[in-house]
């Protein structure tokens, strides 16, 4: 992959950009708070809260700038990559495939390695809460906290989604209001003293998961 996305694949990514733009902004109503991360930033992890398919896309459309000069990826499930349109669509926006339910040690690697030169847009709770509800966060994100050491990583707070997919549904619905919060950089600093365990790295996303409670309660 080369250092930095070039101006077709930049092109290619205003075009998704504005595609959900269009559909948060235009369609619903999304109100964003608190301050996102600046256009050349790397080495960013961004954490959200899941409660529908298209949070991912809420994250980039609000914060992913236009013409990035560097690259922004993102976890989907395998099953995603199983259909060669889909696949080759999110994957032309950065996604790439993991396997759910698994520790799935390669492509954690290869998250570590992403992390430390581009922005990571993750979710620690490795699935959709389906009643809303904030599930505990996996060590495994942790782990890639520990092993990557990002620059920042930013708590997330999203409501309101599910109301423009729920959970089995396919087409968005039009008309509802979304509220995403950017929280500040959470310190994990004092984890990397720590020894390489699960005790560490679960310890790390509890702390996020705690700012990203904290932040719905704010909204």
């Not at 992403?114 to 904030?134: F, H, N, W």
């Not at 966060?137 to 990002?150: E, L």
């Not at 500040?184 to 998961?209: K, N, R, W, Y």
Request: hydrophobic share 45%; with cysteine; proline share 8%.
């Amino acid at each position: 992959m080369p250092p930095r996305p070039g101006p077709l694949i930049n092109l290619w990514h205003a075009l998704g950009l504005g595609f959900w733009r269009l559909i948060f902004c235009v369609m619903n109503r999304v109100e964003v708070r608190g301050s996102i991360p600046q256009p050349e930033e790397r080495s960013i992890v961004l954490l959200y809260n899941h409660v529908s398919a298209i949070d991912p896309f809420l994250v980039g459309a609000t914060a992913m700038p236009f013409f990035s000069k560097v690259w922004w990826r993102a976890p989907a499930k395998e099953e995603l990559f199983r259909c060669r349109i889909i696949g080759a669509i999110i994957g032309s926006w950065g996604a790439f495939p993991v396997r759910r339910g698994q520790r799935d040690l390669a492509s954690m690697a290869r998250m570590v390695e992403m992390l430390r030169a581009s922005v990571l847009v993750i979710s620690p709770e490795g699935t959709r809460s389906k009643d809303g509800r904030l599930l505990r966060g996996r060590s495994g994100v942790g782990k890639i906290i520990y092993d990557a050491r990002p620059l920042k990583a930013i708590p997330v707070a999203i409501r309101g989604t599910q109301e423009i997919l729920p959970y089995g549904k396919i087409l968005p619905r039009i008309g509802r209001k979304v509220t995403i919060a950017y929280g500040a950089p959470v310190d994990l600093s004092s984890f990397f003293d720590l020894p390489d365990c699960v005790e560490t790295s679960q310890g790390i996303i509890d702390a996020v998961m705690e700012e990203i409670a904290r932040l719905l309660g704010t909204i």
